[in-house]
T-cell receptor
């Protein structure tokens, strides 16, 4: 089965610019996650979707971050405007049912200068 | 704030030794526990999941869970240089689809040839 697809792999932008990341989960996986991983730290959940509904976005900085999952499949995560502290790897993951493990994509490494 | 703590590390062991990685969690009601391995520059990959008290073995890996003491550990027998990576402990409060998976910051393991 194909894995979780993410693009782009790398992105370099200046502060105050905007950026968008795309994720395509494993076919049939109802739950989709966006995690932020800062160097030397564990992944931090930004937002969790169940089909196309938001389950948890308590740690999403909503003044600058937004995410959507149209039709319960693909998802995009946007940052506008970016800050230096947003430099991190953004990981998308999906899972098939409540207790199943997460499968991660390769991530997008964002550098904000 | 429900927490997952991985405080020891980095850890260095000689090739062939047993590596012991520990993790504690704060939510006593947690139901699902996972160990992920993350090579430098790569995304996390699942290596073990455990849901019941006791030991679970898979090849050279053994996960140990003690819910009363709120800790989960990972033992790696006959450690190989290829095991050198960061190991992330992850905990899920319940089996529901809306349950959030929380990661620790990870322990970096180095296996010396």
């Amino acid at each position: 089965e194909a894995g979780v697809a993410q693009s782009p792999r790398y992105k370099i932008i200046e502060k105050r610019q905007s950026v968008a990341f795309w994720c395509n989960p494993i076919s049939g996986h109802a739950t989709l996650y966006w995690y932020q991983q800062i160097l030397g730290q564990g992944p931090k959940l930004l937002i969790q979707f169940q089909n196309n509904g938001v389950v948890d976005d308590s740690q999403l900085p909503k003044d600058r971050f937004s995410a959507e999952r149209l039709k319960g499949v693909d998802s995009t995560l946007k940052i506008q405007p970016a800050k230096l502290e947003d430099s991190a790897v953004y990981l998308c993951a999906s899972s098939s049912y409540g207790n199943s493990p997460l499968h991660f994509g390769n991530g997008t490494r964002l550098t904000v200068t | 704030q429900k927490e997952v703590e991985q405080n020891s590390g980095p850890l260095s062991v000689p090739e062939g030794a047993i590596a012991s990685l520990n993790c504690t969690y704060s939510d006593r009601g947690s139901q699902s526990f996972f160990w992920y391995r993350q090579y430098s520059g790569k995304s996390p990959e699942l290596i073990m999941s455990i849901y019941s008290n006791g030991d679970k073995e898979d090849g050279r890996f053994t996960a140990q869970l003690n819910k009363a003491s709120q800790y989960v550990s990972l033992l790696i027998r006959d450690s190989q240089p290829s095991d050198s990576a960061t190991y992330l402990c992850a905990v899920k409060p319940s089996t529901g689809a809306n349950s959030k998976l929380t990661f620790g910051k990870g322990i970096t393991l180095s296996v010396r040839p």
